[in-house]
């Protein structure tokens, strides 16, 4: 996937050929997307014009009665509102995690079966395996490893000596967050991984050869020829991974429900929950904006950092 | 060589890191309900027993009870799931061909605009979406099939389905076209035997992509569905945690069952995965 | 729902309609679908998926006797029942009669979905014949929108052969005593944390916390829903007190209870993990049946413990069956209603086959004395106390309120923050009466 910063006044080999766009052609060009606005069209557009319509108003299914238009007051009321606040410390520190980790952990493993390696090929199959398990099942594995009573990893560390007696890992705050964030990695490295390591190979070999007659380190090798190749693919994971981690639910609905106090309690939780169950239609869905919005913003801010810095274009 | 000594320890270390969780649901889905909830655990089953699985074709009186029959549901719920991934992956192909050639191919006006549009759809928690569709799923009475859940899958996926063929396709020598049109060769036809077959790694790892995601989608599953003939394992999992009777390790044998079939797809695809994937991540 | 509203649930009707433009799509996706085809009049039914075979069987039952009235049974995954049913009368197409919980009850009515029973053939007689508790609970703004299913009340479960192995005798009364018996079992190195509960973040109801305020003669609320544990009524400020007293410095109370889920509690009081728990009554049906349970014939019932020592009350909550307002067959529906919580030939004839079954708490008064019954109680729990509790509960004070749901959220996250330490008592209570403030603002 391409950004589109990069794409505008980038000429292409097949554009080169017809610099002078007909209107034939842009005719063509909305046949061919036709299809695809059509099923986005009537089955999104709708729903998204109908949210934000919806977070415009007093809307709680509970109060029939109070129902109006407030205008932007759903999300001026934010500001206030604590519970908003703590879940978007909460989801500021996840979202920081999971990206911190995911791009660490998926750098490194890229790298690592970027190299030729006996059993390569295995570890290269076993990286995909998470990218099967659906959020929800991923959750009910971890419950049943970090169980405090017949948990795996009590076990293990027991019998490893490391601790005296079965801990109740999900119950400190600190430990329910970040074996939520821990278990949000595990799940969604494998998307990661196959996008860098997809970048990793188009790298033309002769760069590498390059740098080894200039001798360079390992480290230099890494930050001049790999790290520039991997920008872009980099940019695309921050991106998709963001709009993941903005709106991880499935698993930490299944593991902490949001606990202990407001530990895990990140705001897609919270937006779940202020919807389904307090059937607060309107603040809920100015709770979906936000995230919306936040997600966009943060996502240019990551094009135009690298686009202006001129990195973009390798 | 500390290189090699290095690279084998992190590639160890790795290995166990993605697979140790999972062999741990592995040993449980193999074990009786009893060892399952030992101090200290049992890192390899005690006795092994295929109870579990053989539980899903002819569940025991005590499995019939767990999870409202999520045991006797877990096989029509794979079933199910098969099928509204795969539709969902075909459906996106073709919607997403069709729009991504002209991204490739055509330069036109609003391109840019168009494709920013596709994504920002994405952008949007399901959660916001959830009863709006709900609704519109209603109204076509689509409610409880396949189609409620093809469909909203199909818009899940297709904007990501878009970017990643559009991208490939731009690999796509343009001369190929041309000589296929010199032998004045329809476009379809010419799509049909000379640009899809080329562009193959593309068209699996978009595949792939939407295989997953609607493999893996919980929510929309759970209110679009009210009875078997349409949930998907994920579905049927939560039935497993949630209920009065639930066995955590026929809750353990269905979690390894509702992996296995997108974990087979993926490892013999893995290869035209990453191929297909390179094309976008790089070039710009 | 006033006409000048400006959009009513119709209103998202109409907007849902016009995006059906492509009814074609909809008749293909449909063909490859397979159910969803158009009922033919029968009685749209749904509950959440509480053994959900055996209400197959009574509503099968119910069916033969009635061969007029067709009943489309539909269980829905317990974890998700109210998001769902919510979703499905706001789209339009809810169930006929459905399952209630008390706590949504209030939220239901005052969103169009129930309509009042009052004046149907049989109301008066059922609402004559239960636990007032329980007709307080189905009633809203003096009208009755409820037939019961069950109803239960909080209790303390024991073990009794942990305790007669540490040398106690009798079950504690207060709650000082509950934590110096529980210190007995621990220093006699029968259990490391003897009191069990169930205390990871819900969308149901933690019963416990209200069981333990209501035992104490204490409550959260007056009559007019304010507030009162911050002020007036130091009832459960103190039972916090004491609950973070047996958590962190006397450590009875086990710190993983923050990530025990109802089902692995009920496991480990089957496995007699914990000595003592907080839970409903006929739980002890389970605990006690040999078939399932190590633990069968030891797990007793007792009085929730109080501050002082003193039996002043515990807390109930009522399921029920509803009629949605929209039903088009109405009078089927009812049918079906009053087969299963009301009288059929004079007898409760659901709720019994419910208690002898699965040993849910009955709702009719009268069934205390029928036989059958007196000798299942007896099978698992003390026929005196079993009653003696039915006729002291009440349920919650808030429970009608609008923002009930978004309250008993923060208690349960309050309650967590101090049995992990995270506050004291004195904020704990100040935070949530803070809390209902700002609700009660956001909801007038």
Redesign the interface.
Known sequence: MTITAVDTGKPRSGTEQRPRRTMGDTARAYLLNAPAMIVIGLLVAYPIGYSFWLSLHRYNLKLPALERFVWFQNYLSLIGDPAFLSSLRVTVAFVVVVLGLTVILGTALALVLNETFLGRGVLRSLVLLPWAMPGVVNGLMWRTIFDAKTGALNGLLLQLGLIDSYQAWLTSPTGAFLITAFAQVWNTLPFTVIILLAGLSTIPSEQYDAAKVDRAGVVQRFTQVTLPWLLHPLLIVLILETMNAFRAFDTIYVLTGGGPGDATNVIAVLNVRTVLTYTDFGLGSAYSWVITIVTLVISIGYISTLYQRGRIEV | MTKKVVLHVLAIGFALYLVVPFYWIVNLSFMHEVDAASVPPHFLPDNPTPANYLGFVNPSTDQALVGSNAVGDTPYALLNSLVVAFSTAVVNLVLGTFAAYSFSRIQFRGSQLLLIVYLLTRMVPGIAIIIPFYLVMRTLDLLDTYGALILSYTTFALPITIWILKDYFRTVPRELEDAARVDRCGWFRMMWTVFLPISAPGLVAAAIFSFMTAWNEFMFALFMTSSISSQTIPVIAANFATDLNTQVTLMAAAGVLAVVPPLVLVLICQRLIVQGMAAGSVKG | ??PQ????RRR??Q?????????A??????A?????GASSGAVKFSGW??E??LVQQNVDRFVQLNPDVPVEY???????Y???T??EF????GPDALYVYDDSL??WV???YLQPLDGMPGVDEVYAGIYPSNAEAMTIDGKRYGLPYYTDSQCLIYNEAILAKAGISAPPTSLDELEQQSQRIKDAGLL?FPIGLTA????TWWAWVWGLVFASGGDMFDEAGNPVMDGADPTARNVFAWLQRAATVSKVI??????LL???L???MK?E?YAFTVGARYALRDYNDPSRSKAAGKLKIAYVPSLDGNVAGTVSNTRMYALSKDTEVQEKAFKLLTYLGGFTDGVPYTAKYWFQKKGLGFPFKKLEEDQEVQSTLATFADPAIYSGLAGIARPRTAIKQ?WY??YE?EQ???V??L??N?TSPDDAVKGLSATVT?LKQK?S
């Open positions: 729902m006033t509203t400006s959009f009513s998202v009707l907007l849902g309609a016009l995006t059906a433009s492509l009814p799509i909809g008749s293909v996706l449909a490859c679908g397979g159910g969803g998926d509480y959900s075979a539909t269980p829905i995954t317990s974890a998700q109210v998001q769902k919510v979703a706001t789209a339009g197409g209030a939220g005052a969103a169009e490391e990871q973040l819900q969308d086990d710190p993983a209870v923050l990530q109802p089902v692995p009920d496991d480990a496995a993990r609008p749901s978004e959220n349960q996250k309050a967590q923050q049995l992990s995270q700002s909801y």
